[in-house]
């Protein structure tokens, strides 16, 4: 580090113990206090919103500032009261002159601001964490060609961070991170507005949590990490041979090995054919794992917490379809075990755009649907869950690649959400709601994606759960769809002001290339208006990205993508239930029954 020594004048203008404002010929403002024979400078400006330390009180070698009583320990720049540290300079006196270095050590400079970071996070403060943030970016060490602009670098520590310390692995709050540092890479968002909204939804789930499993144990009631000395590095089947068995700390600390040395791709090897064997937490493990792989390959140097935090999140995982609900699914995944499927060792076909339409990727030689096989397999999609995932054996039987009937599943997904009862919501007998059928949505595309790299067999048996699960949720469906009605104005002006009917029919009239448009126009709706919890943020965005990605792969688009998004996202929807949670509740203790639901 060079150094940057500026003269801020006579001993004699610094009195003992009272704050005095100095500049350098730039303008730069330093707070100086004179205590114990040594002279201690701060940045003049509170961290927090800027105002002078130089106005405000020091008692005790703590400086308070006047406006909002933050506390500042001189010697050291630490807040004792309020929130982040204030920068500190090195000073020292050369015979009656005082001398200030304006240097910074940028290696300490990052430690202090991602700690700084970190911490507000942990306290789920996410304005505190975008100004360490923007600090950070301040340094200038940031890549501008990531798209993430200066706030690369704190996009980064918030997935690392995000993926250290949840609880119960990768959860909603990186998964939307996933979509928004997309959205802020294609110009859709302000990097500073998505970078708050992931920092609450990921500081909100953590809050006051220590890292998973690093020492974390005493603090938090979690064991520390199993480190596993004999780590096979040619058996990634082992990951799925702990999670299968509930040993989560084994399968972190292999997943975590196996990251180090084969890196993301290892990592989807290892995890794919586990997540192929079952629909996981309404569909939350294939689509968690999609979204960590995003984020992996986005931030190489998180990619083992994010993997790690994946294999977690599996391992607590409830696999639905062993439930008897899904008897029908089971039995088509049997009947898929012994059909010989064709193809090499992974699926063919392009990995961009048109990999999950009906007639581009599967396994080679894939037989592709013509329109009118693809809408007779989506009406069986729709009729339920036996229909659904025997059609999609029958058709893989025939040839027909497991990534064309995915984009077909999609599709019919999507229309599944459009047909939603809202009337659902209403009941106090029942715990189903809207959300739950966006993950038929956000499953679909999740297992189209990770079929991109699959073997042939597993994405097959992803395309009989996807179907399964569109199938499965028919008994939400509504007697009869919103109604679009004319309006005038925008799609913008219509959905802001809350008009299903006006927003559909503006939608009806936009051709391919003005329905994409109409995504990226609504993603600062979804990011930021949209809705209060983070909870429902998450969904609204990962199902908008989850359309428009399913449309952009879809070689044979309609309006079905973007009128499901309207139906979903327009209506004002209650995010908290307390009379339903009271009357689930008490139901329970009555009768000792389960709530109604969709299966």
């Known amino acids: 580090m060079k150094s940057d020594w500026i003269d801020l004048g006579p001993l004699s203008e610094f009195p003992a113990d009272e704050p005095v404002l100095r500049k350098d010929d730039a303008g730069r403002r330093f707070a100086c206090v004179l205590r114990g024979g040594e002279v201690h400078a701060l940045d003049d400006r509170c961290p927090h919103q800027g105002y002078p330390l130089s106005e405000g009180a020091l008692r005790g070698g ?51 601001l991602v700690a700084g970071l970190r911490e507000a996070v942990l306290r789920d403060d996410p304005a505190r964490a975008l100004r360490e943030g923007l600090r950070l970016g301040a340094l200038g060490l940031h890549r501008m060609e990531t798209g ?20 119960h692995g990768f959860d909603h709050g990186l998964a939307l991170l996933s979509d928004l540092c997309a959205w802020v890479e294609r110009g859709w968002v302000p990097a500073e507005e998505a970078f708050v909204v992931a920092a609450h939804a990921i500081g909100e789930a953590s809050a006051r949590l220590g890292p998973r499993g690093k020492g974390a144990g005493k603090a938090t009631g979690r064991s520390p990490l199993v480190r596993i000395a004999d780590f096979e590095l040619d058996e990634p089947a082992k990951v799925s041979e702990a999670l299968a068995a509930e040993r989560r700390d084994e399968a972190e600390a292999r997943m ?40 992996a390959e986005r931030f190489s140097s998180a990619a083992d917490e994010l993997l790690a935090a994946s294999t977690v999140q599996l391992a607590w995982a409830t696999a639905d379809t062993s439930l008897p609900p899904f008897t029908a699914t089971r039995a088509a995944l049997a009947r898929l075990a012994e059909l010989p499927l064709p193809g090499s060792e992974a699926c063919a076909g392009s990995a961009g755009a048109g ?59 999507a229309v599944r959400l459009a047909r939603f009862d809202s009337a659902w919501e209403q009941r ?15 499953f679909a595309e999740a297992a189209a994606a ?13 395309a009989v759960l996807a179907a399964g699960f569109v199938g499965k949720l028919r008994h939400g469906d509504a007697a009869a769809p919103p109604a679009a009605r004319a309006s005038g104005g925008t799609l913008r002006q219509a959905v802001e002001a809350r008009d299903v009917g006006g927003a559909l029919a503006i939608a009806r009239e936009l051709d ?11 993603a ?59 009357a689930v509740a008490k139901k329970f203790m009555s009768d000792g029954r389960p709530p109604e639901g969709l299966y």
């Open 62 to 112: 703590v400086l308070t500032c006047a406006w909002h009583n933050w506390k500042f320990d001189i010697a050291s720049g630490a807040c004792a009261f309020g929130g982040e540290p204030v920068r500190r300079y090195a000073t020292r006196i050369d015979g009656d002159r005082v001398l200030l270095n304006r240097a910074v050590d940028t290696a300490a400079e990052v430690r202090r």
């Open 148 to 167: 993430l602009g200066s706030l690369h670098l704190a996009f980064e520590v918030l997935a690392k961070d995000g993926a250290e310390r949840a609880e």
């Open 256 to 295: 975590r090995e196996l990251v180090e040395v084969r890196g993301t791709a290892g990592a989807r090897r290892a995890l794919l054919p586990f997540v192929a064997q079952h629909l996981y937490d309404y569909g939350h493990g294939a689509i968690f794992l999609a979204k960590a792989i995003e984020l």
């Open 355 to 413: 990999a999950a339409g009906s007639g581009a990727a599967g396994a080679a030689g894939a037989v592709p649907l013509d329109p009118a096989e693809r809408a007779a397999f989506e009406a069986e999609v729709l009729a339920g869950e036996r229909p659904a995932v025997e059609a999609t054996v029958r058709w893989l039987a025939r040839g027909a690649g497991p990534l064309a009937l995915l984009g077909a599943i999609g599709h019919a997904a």
């Open 428 to 442: 106090l007998d029942a715990e189903v709601g809207v959300l739950d059928v966006t993950h038929a949505v956000t």
């Open 450 to 462: 990770l079929g991109r790299e699959a073997l042939p067999r597993e994405a097959a048996q992803l």
């Open 512 to 522: 391919a290339g003005g329905r994409r448009r109409a995504f990226a126009e609504l």
């Open 524 to 582: 600062p709706f979804a990011a930021f208006d949209a809705a209060v919890r983070p909870i429902f943020t998450a969904h609204a965005v990962k199902t908008l990205e989850a359309l428009q990605r399913l449309e952009a792969s879809d070689p044979q688009p309609d309006g079905a993508y973007l009128e499901a998004l309207l139906t979903y996202l327009v209506p004002v929807r209650r995010e908290l239930g307390v009379r339903r949670i009271a």
